[in-house]
Nanobody
Framework: QVRLVESGGGLVQPGGSLRLSCAAFGSIAEFASMGWYRQAPGQERDLVATLTSRGRIDYAQSVMGRFAISRSNANLTVYLQMNSLKPEDTAVYYC????????????????WGQGTQVTVSS
């Protein structure tokens, strides 16, 4: 079992910055990627940014140039630095880890965090 603990959400004015953190706890021998998704009210959950275990990064077009994803392998924590925030960035942000394989097992599973609210408003 894997648990994802998110932090760093909050209220910020347009143009401001926030940094989200997500730490993964549990038995993880391998994983495919860690990343962030967001879901605004009445909308589907969409990709924000992902970082594969091999270092490949993907961003949603809407956040390219403003957001930056990074990871600390020492403690399996993924970060999302969000700059130049806009009201349309307002959403619940969810951390995700994909294709987790526990030690000594072959099956893989995805996990989600509980979500952290980001509100961009003046």
């Amino acid at each position: 079992q894997v648990r994802l603990v998110e932090s760093g959400g909050g209220l910020v004015q347009p143009g401001g910055s926030l940094r989200l953190s997500c730490a993964a706890f549990g038995s993880i021998a391998e994983f495919a990627s860690m990343g962030w998704y967001r879901q605004a009210p009445g909308q589907e959950r969409d990709l924000v940014a992902t970082l594969t275990s091999r270092g490949r990064i993907d961003y949603a077009q809407s956040v390219m140039g403003r957001f930056a994803i990074s990871r600390s392998n020492a403690n399996l924590t993924v970060y999302l630095q969000m700059n130049s925030l806009k009201p349309e960035d307002t959403a619940v942000y969810y951390c995700n880890i994909k294709n987790v394989r526990p030690p000594g097992r072959w099956e893989r599973q995805d996990y989600w965090g509980q979500g952290t609210q980001v509100t961009v408003s003046s």
